[in-house]
């Protein structure tokens, strides 16, 4: 089997923008970011490079960034917009498969869509060229998408959260060799909360080397 995996780092906030009015949703010089219980749940370039970080509270991101654009966290828009995703990702495979978060601080590598494509590729005239249409079939939706390629769904989402790019995506289609690959992912990739992972670091776990050793 061959998964293609189809990661959306900023769809929280491109669905957010996407609900805004045109003249307020084109201000990109102003720094945006997406709150979910008083913290920054999503940020974006122009907020990360004022200082402002996930999980940061709301009152030190207004500090630093005062004219901070604020908007609230909403999984169920976040889903809303997968799913078009999905849709598109079915007119390249009858088998494909789409987690949204639960909530809005699930592990971001376990949150896309995913399409099994092995038996689709002589029809498409082989990967390349069924990455090349699909990339021009998602543009329309406006999302950035970073794709990656694997013998499983989960390593396939792993590597596109982690490593992969749509130009030049990171493919594997040996076992062995996306073992490999993801033995230096960080645990934070999987992991989202802070405490569960410095009780990890504590015990010498980083990544998934560390976990399998």
């Known amino acids: 089997m061959l998964w293609v995996a189809l990661h959306l780092p900023a769809l929280s906030l491109e669905a957010w923008l996407a609900t805004r009015p045109a003249d307020e949703a084109g201000d990109a ?32 991101a207004l500090a630093l960034a005062p004219d901070l654009r604020l908007g609230v966290a909403d999984p169920r828009r976040d ?36 399409l099994e494509v092995q038996t689709c590729l002589r029809y498409f005239g082989g ?16 999302h950035r998408v970073v794709v990656a390629t694997a013998p499983t769904a989960l390593g396939a989402a792993l590597l596109a959260a ?24 960080p645990l934070a990739g999987l992991v989202a909360d802070a405490a569960r992972l410095q009780a990890l670091a504590g015990m010498g776990l980083h990544t998934l080397a560390d976990v399998r050793r």
Do not use: C, N
Request: hydrophobic share 50%; net charge positive.
């Open 29 to 60: 010089a102003r720094p945006g970011v997406l709150i979910h219980e008083h913290q920054v749940a999503h940020a974006d370039a122009a907020a990360l490079a004022r200082g402002v970080r996930v999980g940061m509270k709301r009152a030190t």
């Open 79 to 114: 889903a809303q917009a997968l799913r078009s995703v999905a849709h598109v990702a079915l007119g390249f495979s009858p088998s494909v498969t789409w987690l949204p978060a639960a909530s809005a601080t699930d592990p971001p590598a376990l949150v896309g869509v995913r």
């Open 127 to 142: 990967l390349p060229a069924l990455l090349a249409r699909l990339q021009a079939a998602l543009a329309p939706l406006g």
């Open 162 to 185: 982690w490593r992969g790019d749509l130009a030049q995506g990171l493919h594997s289609t040996d076992r062995e060799a996306l073992q490999r690959l993801l033995d230096g992912l």
